[in-house]
């Protein structure tokens, strides 16, 4: 699988897991964290507003990293963090068998 295709696919996973019991412990957890630890300033900067909608958060997350987890070359993590590098927390989009397996929020 393309490398922008899996990205891609990862950011689909993300949004379609907000909401969702599968996603509490990624997106939602992220984006609750978030809203509640970050300065208002840094979101009305960044978005124009102190409490940005979590699915404009989400559309504007950014890759911070790309990554094999296993000794092979295939890229199978990705890991998205805010804008600006406010946090050092991430989400995490691990594939298994060309498809996301699991997303998690990880510091």
Not at 54 to 68: D, G, Q, T
Not at 74 to 101: H, Q, W
Request: aromatic share 10%.
């Amino acid at each position: 699988m393309e490398l922008n295709h899996k990205e891609d696919a990862a950011r689909k996973k993300i949004k379609l897991l907000f909401g969702t019991t599968e996603g509490e412990f990624g997106p939602d957890l992220f984006i609750s964290h978030h809203l509640e630890e970050v300065k208002s300033d840094y979101w009305k900067s960044t978005y124009g507003t102190e409490t940005p909608e979590a699915e404009r958060i989400l559309e504007s997350l950014v890759l911070v990293s790309s990554w094999s987890s296993a000794d092979d070359e295939n890229i199978d993590v990705f890991d998205f963090s805010l804008p600006n590098n406010i946090t050092n927390y991430i989400l995490s989009a691990r594939f298994a068998d060309g498809e996301v397996a699991e997303v998690s929020m990880e510091s």
